[in-house]
């Protein structure tokens, strides 16, 4: 299958505490992207992995590729209120310029 | 600099009736891509312009969609027939080129037919 499985759906959590969500696909996928997604606007790129088992750090966001590239995580520390948003992953499929998306994780964190 | 514009931002009509929905991309841009974005959803694949030319429309869903981007720059997707299916926030997204650059995103027309 091409698609792409979040999970959670939602979460809502206080400022503060850590979170982890997550993106899954039956087949390997060459690279993966994660937006970040508010209320009345388009998504944003937040990064892209390219490699399996490639870790990246965005300030207190880290996302990691798994080693057979049929999964990918994002992990939030310390989470803020402006983290607040649609989490969605991403991926090109092979030989096209078409993206797919999954259905997302909305996080809403609480003061 | 600007980035992706659309207009309008929320469009409300009758079923049956023809609209049109644009997009204003990043200024030497190539690539321009339209999605489709129901409640609760990702973002839906519809059409993928390089310059002038649809390289991939394989994301219309009948043909009652259809897309034109004359000049390599501004688009315009133009639904026949509106039905009550049809309504979501339409995303129109541009970068440099095709393939692996990255996607800029506008915020979207909300389209509602009643």
């Known amino acids: 299958t091409q698609l792409l499985e979040q999970s959670p759906q939602f979460l809502s959590i206080q400022e503060g505490e850590n979170l982890t969500v997550y993106c899954n696909s039956s087949s390997v996928f060459s690279s993966l992207q994660w937006y970040r997604q508010e209320p009345g606007e388009g998504p944003v790129l937040l990064v892209t992995?390219?490699?399996?088992?490639e870790v990246k750090k965005l300030k207190r966001l880290t996302f990691q590729f798994g080693d057979a590239r049929k999964d990918s995580s994002l992990h939030i520390t310390a989470a803020q209120p402006g983290d607040t948003g649609l989490y969605l992953c991403?991926?090109?499929?092979?030989?096209?310029?078409?993206?797919?998306f999954g259905t997302g994780t909305r996080l809403k964190v609480l003061a | 600099g600007a980035g992706v514009s659309q207009t309008p931002s929320n469009k409300v009509t009758e079923k049956g009736k023809y609209v049109e929905l644009r997009c204003d991309p990043i200024s030497g841009h190539t690539a321009l891509y339209w999605y489709r974005q129901s409640l609760g959803q990702g973002p839906e694949f519809l059409i993928y312009f390089q310059g002038t030319g649809a390289a991939d429309d394989s994301g219309l869903p009948n043909d009652r969609f259809f897309a034109v981007r004359p000049e390599g720059s501004v688009s315009t997707l133009k639904i026949q027939r509106t039905e009550r299916g049809d309504s979501a926030v339409y995303l129109c997204?541009?970068?440099?080129?095709?393939?692996?650059?990255?996607?800029?995103f506008g915020p979207g027309t909300r389209l509602t037919v009643t």
């Open positions: 991403a991926r090109k499929l092979a030989g096209t310029y078409k993206y797919i």
């Open positions: 997204a541009s970068s440099l080129q095709g393939g692996d650059y990255e996607q800029y």
């Open positions: 992995v390219v490699t399996g088992g």
